[in-house]
């Protein structure tokens, strides 16, 4: 965040942080792409990404379930929090950005969002015993916190004068994945014609925060290699 020549006291922080949040996205996306392969008749638009973590074969709320790879998607929600967080603690480390404090702080609310969603699966038994109220509040919590953490650093990158497409990328996907998580509540729930499926919908609120953490670990790594370069 910000130009790291001036705010980072070490550039492989920077680094570290880069490989984490690149790391975190593809993980997620090779996990989801093949665990969906192995659940018949899968759809990205019409079931939720959940449903690839529930352990048993049933149909809720009129969606088959059967994801024989859900430990899998489990393993990776956890990785994604972990790495999204352990990246921003890494790059705050003895720097002097801008909003570097809540920045971590969202960063490891998102991360605690996500091991709720793997601790607690969506399944059925969850449903039947009422635990799906957590499952829902864990990923609400990731959802808003992971979208805002792009925000913040948006905000970041631009007070410090630097990278500045960079910052309003950021806090154009972070606005894009709130508003996917209100049109998840409102499009079926309110409007009376569907605009998107709600798996639609979900993949929005989700994927700004990995799509964020590609783009913004391949801006550190490009401004670390080019640094590195004309420092020699």
Do not use: K
């Amino acid at each position: 965040m910000g130009d790291m020549r001036e705010h980072q006291s070490d550039p492989r922080h920077s680094t570290f942080a880069a490989v984490c949040w690149i790391a975190a996205a593809l993980i997620w996306f090779i996990a989801e792409a093949v665990a969906a392969s192995a659940f018949p008749n899968y759809s990205y638009a019409t079931n939720y990404i959940s449903d690839l973590a529930v352990p048993d074969v049933e149909v809720l709320s009129g969606r088959a379930i059967d994801s024989p790879l859900h430990i899998l998607v489990t393993v990776a929600f956890v990785l994604q929090g972990l790495l999204f967080a352990i990246g921003a603690v890494g790059l705050c480390r003895r720097s002097a950005f801008p909003l570097r404090g809540a920045f971590v702080a969202l960063a490891v609310v998102h991360a605690l969002g996500m091991l709720t969603i793997a601790v607690i699966h969506g399944g059925r038994q969850n449903v039947e015993l009422g635990l799906d109220t957590f499952h829902l509040l864990g990923a609400v919590v990731a959802f808003v916190a992971g979208n805002l953490a792009a925000v913040v650093a948006g905000l970041a990158l631009l007070r410090a004068g630097d990278h500045r497409l960079l910052g309003w990328g950021s806090i154009v996907l972070g606005v894009a994945g709130l508003l996917g998580l209100v049109m998840l509540q409102v499009d079926v729930r309110a409007l009376s014609v569907t605009l998107l499926p709600d798996g639609v919908w979900e993949r929005i609120t989700f994927y700004t925060i990995l799509v964020w953490e590609v783009v913004a670990g391949a801006v550190v790594l490009a401004t670390r290699t080019y640094s590195v370069s004309h420092s020699q």
